[in-house]
């Protein structure tokens, strides 16, 4: 079984607020990645990382940025939320060499 | 460059009918090919995978998927459907390498099933 965790679970924030959401992974994994998915609509990736101190860019644009200054902590921050934010983030992390990725429950973000 | 397309964002079956879920990839390389499940606010769960091994995979819960290069296709079946069955469904496509877990979604299939 996976051991990845996401919190919060849910969150309804208002505007301009600054959030971070958080994943932890409990397997030692080197790789770690941000989805994001929409109502309805297939996950796109925002952000990942091959390792501490090393993050990128994903295929779909994003306003927020990540951190990993620990292997198995890998937080989302937005400075400013705004409603069109508001959608689900999954987290996910795979070993290196390894073509499995094991996700968290996600985040399930509303911004209002 | 990589992108999937599943056909049907969905799908209605009876209790006990076959399971058929449709999708066709696009791949600059030989692509490693995933089906995910995704139950209501839950994440994605890993029903199966290839990776240039057999080209029939078995998966969890009597869930298979065939690889055909020729047709780019990787249909997910399942024999008898269950009502547990009902859920989201997530063909992935990752170039492998150092891009393994850089997955490429489509778009979702939700299955629904009847008594």
């Known amino acids: 079984e996976a051991d990845i965790y996401q919190t919060p679970r849910y969150l309804v924030i208002g505007t301009g607020k600054k959030i971070t959401l958080e994943c932890s992974q409990t397997?030692?994994?080197?790789?770690m990645y941000w989805y994001q998915q929409d109502p309805g609509m297939e996950l796109h990736l925002i952000h990942y990382?091959?390792?501490?101190?090393?993050?990128e860019k994903g295929d779909l644009s994003s306003e927020s940025t990540v951190s990993r200054i620990r292997t198995e902590h890998f937080p989302l921050t937005l400075e400013s939320a705004r409603p069109s934010h508001t959608s689900q983030y999954l987290c996910?992390?795979?070993?290196?060499?390894?073509?499995?990725?094991?996700f968290g429950q996600g985040t399930r973000l509303t911004v209002v | 460059a990589q992108s999937v397309t599943q056909l049907g964002s969905h799908v209605s079956v009876s209790e006990g009918a076959l399971v058929l879920l449709r999708c066709n990839y696009s791949s600059s390389v030989p692509p490693y090919l995933f089906w995910y499940v995704q139950y209501p606010n839950q994440g994605l769960q890993l029903l199966l995978k290839?990776?240039?091994?057999?080209?029939l995979v078995k998966g969890i819960n009597g869930f298979e998927a065939e690889f055909k290069k020729s047709e780019t296709s990787f249909h997910l079946t399942k024999p008898s459907a269950h009502m547990s069955d009902a859920a989201e469904y997530f063909c992935?496509?990752?170039?492998?390498?150092?891009?393994?877990?850089?997955?490429?979604f489509g778009q979702g299939t939700i299955l629904t099933v009847h008594p």
């Open positions: 290839y990776t240039s091994a057999a080209t």
């Open positions: 992935a496509v990752s170039a492998g390498g150092t891009s393994y877990g850089k997955l490429t």
């Open positions: 990382s091959y390792g501490v101190n090393s993050t």
């Open positions: 397997m030692g994994h080197d790789k």
């Open positions: 996910a992390s795979s070993r290196g060499g390894s073509t499995e990725a094991f």
